[in-house]
């Protein structure tokens, strides 16, 4: 028997034991393998009713705690010096972990920057009499290196999986560094707004917890820092008590919103922690905490704010619904809406960033919310499908080489051919989509829709039937070109099918949907997941019984060559 996030057992049906097997053997090809990232700390801990709540689960608190310590250490060992918690991204409990239960964290940095580093952090659950293994949460942080001399070494990828690290925590760190734009963009749009009510809404001022905390040397690191970990699993205790408050029963934590850590706290601080309910929804709730520390008689300064968003299960480990709030005037209300914003971002980062590429349909509504996460899978897509290993060479002609991997539902294929223009003169000219028709005879018209930041673009793609007399395709698609992060990066440019409420699909149309793009590094490299949609035009080329592919890019390599002197940039402007 095993757990479900509610604490309730689980019956081991022919489905879930296997999905533990398959977990236990990729955990287990995982510590077969020959390479270790030097960076990489591993921390085991079994359960104990010390670490436990009133129901026999793993205080999500403790947990914090662990996670951070192994991703501090993580930190420490690749940067040489002492290094702080700055930021933790989005994490999503899976599952909770019995008393009795093993405890595995395993933590390593995916990528350095100048004086910061992403952290990846795994967690997973062992059951010591049966052997099996589950995943409980994933988690990325940022640490920062204390000392201002230190400049950190890059990290060298050495596995696949190391690759797509590495290339997506730019990406992410991209996310983080907008993400409050995101959150006022939303807020100043006023249909997004929901009105209150007051019917039978209970007041938010009873689910008020205020608590105080001594910091001692126990709750500090070797650099007499507060924790990390200890703070959030303080902050963890108070959201906890303020949703039992509203509910009246024991809550189970399911997320923990990104937060950042404003500034360090030391041993001899009080920290002043405050919680309240924001707002609740049909089956959850959301928590707002905020983490305050002084000493002596100095004034309070903000150390950390953090939004929880609680469940409560029935004995079966359904989410039971909630009543709704009546926020306090003016500071309650702001929160109420910002909840409700919040609660847009999550679903958002969870459905089109969380999921499994094959998971999330390709034409993604988009809208000024969610674009950056839009954007972020778009990369990443491209990213990961570079980052295949059992790419096969099909057929090679001067240079030009064609690649496909087949998988179950997919078949992708590559198009690989040298430069002969510098890799950034031949990524702003391929950034123009508006010109592809210059060099892709399937490309009829090339038409900017909407140019969303200098770096992402929305067009319109027209492409003939592949049929005799049948209908013309259009696709809309999100092109975002991002130049290296670091001097060994690729120049990319990615394209995915996304669905604009201003340009609905038509009778004069086809709607189709595709996944493509560009690297360049050192050669330039066209990749394409195929779809049905496509799949007409390449499989003559993937049988070996036509050459179009060559032709086509023969011919953009005479366009990169014929436009290699024009000084004019890419600034292409909404139409």
Request: proline content about 5%.
């Amino acid at each position: 028997m095993i757990k479900n996030g509610g604490g309730h057992y689980l019956n081991k049906d022919m489905a879930s034991e296997s999905h533990h097997k398959e977990n236990l053997h990729n955990l287990q090809l995982e510590d077969e393998g020959q390479h270790r990232n030097p960076s990489e700390v591993k921390m085991s801990q079994i359960v104990l009713p010390c670490h436990a709540n009133h129901c026999g689960e793993l205080s999500i608190g403790q947990l914090l705690k662990w996670m951070d310590c192994t991703a501090c250490l993580s930190a420490e060992r690749h940067a040489g010096c002492p290094c702080v918690t700055a930021s933790v991204d989005d994490i999503y409990f899976e599952h909770t972990i019995g008393v009795g239960q093993v405890v595995n964290i395993k933590a390593k940095v995916n990528r350095a920057f100048n004086s910061s580093m992403e952290v990846g952090i795994e967690v997973s659950c062992e059951d010591l009499y049966s052997g099996r293994h589950w995943r409980v949460c994933q988690a990325f942080a940022t640490f920062v290196a204390k000392r201002t001399d230190v400049q950190l070494r890059q990290v060298v990828p050495c596995t696949h999986q190391e690759q797509v690290e590495h290339s997506l925590a730019a990406e992410r760190r991209r996310m983080r560094l907008i993400h409050h734009d995101i959150m006022q963009d939303l807020l100043n749009n006023k249909t997004f707004q929901r009105s209150i009510s007051e019917d039978e809404a209970l007041p938010t001022e009873r689910t008020r917890v205020e608590s105080v905390e001594l910091v001692l040397p126990p709750h500090a690191n070797h650099q007499v820092n507060t924790f990390g970990g200890q703070i959030m699993a303080w902050m963890e205790n108070v959201a906890t008590i303020a949703a039992s408050r509203l509910c009246h029963d024991h809550p189970t934590l399911r997320a923990i919103d990104m937060f950042h850590f404003r500034g360090p706290s030391q041993v001899g601080d009080r920290l002043v922690l405050k919680a309240i309910v924001n707002n609740t929804f049909k089956n959850s709730m959301e928590v707002g905490v905020c983490a305050e520390a002084y000493h002596g008689d100095e004034p309070l300064r903000h150390i950390n704010s953090a939004f929880m968003t609680f469940e409560v299960l029935d004995e079966k480990g359904r989410p039971c619904p909630l009543p709704p709030i009546k926020p306090e005037p003016q500071e309650g209300q702001r929160r109420y809406q910002e909840a409700l914003a919040r609660k847009k971002i999550r679903l958002d980062r969870k459905y089109i960033i969380s999921c499994k590429q094959t998971e999330v349909p390709l034409s993604v509504p988009w809208d000024t919310s969610n674009q950056v996460y839009l954007s972020y899978n778009n990369v990443s897509a491209l990213k990961m499908l570079a980052a295949k290993n059992n790419w096969d060479l099909c057929s090679k002609k001067n240079n030009v080489s064609l690649y496909t991997v087949e998988e179950s539902q997919s078949l992708c294929f590559r198009v690989e051919f040298e430069m002969e223009i510098p890799a950034q003169r031949a990524f702003i000219l391929l950034s123009d989509i508006s010109r592809r028709h210059e060099w892709d005879q399937h490309y009829t018209l090339c038409k900017l829709l909407l140019r969303v930041d200098e770096d992402d673009f929305i067009y319109q793609v027209v492409t003939p039937s592949v049929s005799k007399g049948g209908q013309y395709q259009d696709f809309i698609l999100l092109a975002s070109r991002r130049p290296p992060c670091d001097s060994g990066d690729p120049y990319v440019i990615a394209l995915r099918s996304v669905a604009l409420p201003s340009h609905p699909p038509t009778e004069e149309f086809h709607r189709g949907e595709c996944l493509i793009g560009f690297l360049f590094c050192p050669q330039i490299s066209y990749y394409n997941q195929a779809s049905p949609e496509v799949l007409p035009y390449i499989s003559t080329d993937i049988a070996g019984l036509s050459s179009s592919f060559y032709s086509i890019f023969c011919a953009c390599r005479q366009y990169l060559l014929d436009n290699i002197i024009s000084t004019s940039a890419f600034t292409p402007s909404a139409l």
